[in-house]
Nanobody
Framework: QVQVVESGGGLVQTGGSLRLSCAVT????????MGWYRQAPDNQREMVAM???????TYGDSVKGRFTISRNKAQNTVYLQMNNLVSEDTAVYYC?????????????WGQGTQVTVSS
């Protein structure tokens, strides 16, 4: 059973920083893409930052220059460093991992972690 577990959300003031962590555990053949999405009330879920299978990291336009995604490949863990937070960053942040089982792939989501930015 594959599990995706996030941690690190919380309440922070405008201009502050937070660091989210996400770990993938369980049995699978390979880890393809892994990264972060977020969903604010009454909004669609949007991509925040993603490590692709190949190529460069991708960031959502609204977080470029403020957020940085990093990873520890050996521990199948990704991090999201969020700096200069603004109220529009308030959302539930979800980690998503695409894993492979032979020729089949599957997406797994974490339970989400709340980030609230207060003015």
């Amino acid at each position: 059973q594959v599990q995706v577990v996030e941690s690190g959300g919380g309440l922070v003031q405008t201009g502050g920083s937070l660091r989210l962590s996400c770990a993938v555990t369980g049995r699978y053949a390979r880890l393809n893409r892994m990264g972060w999405y977020r969903q604010a009330p009454d909004n669609q879920r949007e991509m925040v930052a993603m490590f692709p299978s190949v190529g460069s990291v991708t960031y959502g336009d609204s977080v470029k220059g403020r957020f940085t995604i990093s990873r520890n490949k050996a521990q199948n863990t990704v991090y999201l460093q969020m700096n200069n937070l603004v109220s529009e960053d308030t959302a539930v942040y979800y980690c998503k991992a695409e894993v492979g089982f032979g020729v089949r792939t599957a997406d797994y989501w974490g339970q989400g972690t709340q980030v609230t930015v207060s003015s």
